[in-house]
């Protein structure tokens, strides 16, 4: 009890506050966890050959194959999907943003969303080397892709990429604009990742997987980051719904006024 009062005291928290900021991390990791032991059984599914994953890859890929062959701009709308929501554009989009961010002295978030995307990207390569999935192969197919099917690098860093990005901007935004940025922030990545079984070059499994991989992830740094915010002894943030830095909207409103104040000094108003 003495070293919870002690750690309130030195980081500026209430106990409540302290209590609260448990609970969130304790949220995250009950999100993280399940989604690595789920990315888990899926590759000892994988490996074993397990007859209903494999039934259902199967039917699966030959259901959309057959529906894409009849479907040319079925194929070209999901190849557009596809390039729009790649890992190289994923990870070009988070690294300008931590450009920028290390630009304007939010060095620590910077670091965050470079350390996530750039994990994602170790994760990806590690896995597909060892589980060394085979993908989806057809006699004429409207697609090909190279490496590991296992899991999907474009669903994976799909939500990576949409989910730091949403985590970044919730602060800078009103109630109803969270909103949409949430569907958005969910509507990317399921999109990607049906783009790729569409085209015949992952199974679901490895969409599934992608998928899971990118919250697990996502959440496990999110909480390392809230933790940094509690030995700092900044104000307490609310991940899921404000966004992993509250000073943001801060940044955000005196980097404008700063600007409005330029422009009127150049004026002589």
């Known amino acids: 009890m003495r070293g919870a009062v002690s750690s309130s005291v030195e980081t500026g928290q209430t106990p409540a506050e302290t209590r609260a900021l448990g609970a969130r991390l304790g949220l995250m990791v009950l999100v993280s966890v399940p989604a690595f032991l789920i990315v888990a059984l899926l590759v000892v599914a994988v490996e074993g050959t397990w007859t209903p994953l494999h039934r259902l890859d199967g039917s699966a890929s030959d259901n959309m194959h057959r529906f894409a062959v009849g479907h040319p701009a079925w194929v070209q709308a999901m190849n557009v999907i596809s390039n729009v929501g790649s890992p190289t554009v994923m990870r070009t989009l988070v690294g300008v943003l931590a450009v920028v961010l290390w630009i304007r002295h939010a060095r620590r978030l910077a670091l965050w969303a470079a350390v996530t995307i750039a994990g994602g990207a170790l994760i990806d390569v590690v896995l597909k080397a060892v589980v060394g999935r ?78 899971l991989l990118g919250v697990g992830l996502l959440a496990l740094t999110a909480a390392a980051f809230e933790s940094w915010r509690q030995e700092r002894g900044l104000p307490r943030s609310h991940p899921v719904t404000e966004g992993v830095d509250p000073e943001e909207a801060h940044i955000a409103v005196h980097s404008q006024e700063g600007t409005t104040d330029r422009i009127s000094g150049a004026r002589g108003e």
Request: aromatic share 10%; glycine share 12%.
């Open 134 to 211: 085979a993908r989806p192969h057809f006699t004429n197919p409207v697609a090909l892709a190279s490496g590991g099917s296992f899991p999907s690098g474009h669903a994976f860093t799909a939500t990576l990429g949409a989910g730091v990005l949403l985590l970044w901007v919730l602060p800078l935004l009103s109630a109803r604009g969270r909103v949409v940025a949430w569907i958005i922030a969910v509507l990317v990545p399921f999109a990607v990742g049906v783009s790729r079984v569409a085209l015949g070059v992952h199974w679901v499994s490895d969409v599934v997987g992608g998928w």
